[in-house]
């Protein structure tokens, strides 16, 4: 494996110091790492001797070198180096940020495809009949176990490829999801189908060994298997879904499962009476985000959200019923 570039930009102690306080918040911080390493060896390669000549050409001319199609990607890049600039100037390393660009407006925003319940299910019907391969024994057992946990708790896919054997609590119905996304460690309950469904894929595999450090799904003794090898699968299987996309809507990805599972909950609380409001804090706890603000992403507008949403209104501003005068 190739070791990582080293920082030795006139930046590279201010960029490691940067690193090491966001780590310390709680934030993994691993792709905004890279785009930093890429960072720092554009100034090398500038060969810089001092920070006074980082300027607004240099960066300009950084991020133009970094083309990015879409504007959220490139706002993305912007907002990790503007972080790092605003963070140099609150600790008097620089005097000013010499960073002037302007983030890119987004023309259109992206609308997932929303899988429904008949879709997932042949989604997963379709991953249990994968035929094993010369390396992967019980491939179709093992991607359906993972489109259903991806489609029915709404697990990030790095969440659930990082699992290991002593994650799954098979006694309470639980799974310990940790180094989540944002650092932290969650616990996610689920219910009596989801659990035999596990307890089935466990027992699958029952004559191989399963110590607390081993992988849940892997098919070969290098580790789990990967979040890209898990993306790939999903892509071979979808055109065989014979999925209809609505115009508008961007073509299927993985991640849109999980989004599936955001809104579905939220149609489930509509039409069990429940105020979404109250509960998305809760929802957002589930998920594993740091605040609701970041769960509303997810909640996509559908027509069958909007009827409900209308007929919870029509009922709560409906007229209170006249008063018979006695």
């Known amino acids: ?8 930009s006139p930046l590279a102690d201010g960029i490691e110091r940067f690193l090491t306080y966001k780590r310390a918040l709680g934030r993994r911080y691993d792709t905004e790492e890279k785009q930093l390493r890429l960072f720092d060896r554009f100034l090398v390669q500038q060969a810089l001797t001092s920070l006074e000549q980082i300027t607004p050409d240099l960066l300009a001319g950084f ?20 972080r790092l600039f605003d963070w140099l100037v609150s600790q008097e ?31 997963l019907d379709l991953a249990g009949g994968l035929p094993d391969g010369p390396r992967a024994r019980f491939r179709g057992p093992t991607y359906r176990t993972i489109f259903a946990m991806l489609y029915g708790l709404g697990l990030r896919v790095g969440e659930v490829s990082r699992l290991r054997c002593a994650d799954v609590d098979l006694e309470r119905n639980v799974l310990v999801v940790r180094g989540t996304k944002f650092g932290k460690s969650r616990l996610v309950p689920f219910g009596p189908r989801m659990a035999a469904l596990l307890r089935h894929y466990m027992q699958l595999r029952g004559s191989e060994s399963c110590s607390p450090d081993t992988p849940v799904f892997s098919f070969t003794r290098r580790g789990a298997v990967h979040p890209g ?7 071979q299987l979808v055109p065989r879904l014979g999925l209809v996309v609505p115009g508008g809507v961007a073509p299927p990805r993985l991640h849109d499962l999980r989004h599936a599972f955001a809104v ?27 605040n609701p603000s970041s769960t509303a992403v997810y909640l996509t507008i559908t027509p069958e959200l909007l009827q409900e949403a209308s007929r919870r209104f029509e009922h709560l501003a409906a007229p209170a019923p006249a008063e018979v005068p006695s």
Do not use: K
């Not at 090898?229 to 892509?235: D, G, K």
């Not at 489930?268 to 589930?286: E, K, Q, V």
């Open 1 to 8: 494996m190739t070791a990582p570039w080293a920082f030795r």
């Open 229 to 235: 090898t898990i993306s790939q699968t999903f892509h």
């Open 264 to 290: 579905g909950t939220l149609l489930r609380w509509y039409r069990s009476g429940i105020d979404p409001a109250g509960r998305l804090f809760h929802l957002a706890t589930f998920l594993g985000h740091v």
């Open 63 to 82: 991020l133009a070198a970094r083309p990015r199609s879409r504007p959220r990607s490139y706002n993305q890049l912007l907002g990790v180096l503007r």
């Open 93 to 123: 390393l620089l005097p000013q940020s010499p960073l002037q660009a302007c983030p890119r407006r987004a023309t259109a925003q992206r609308i997932p495809y929303l899988f429904d319940a008949a879709h997932a299910r042949r989604l």
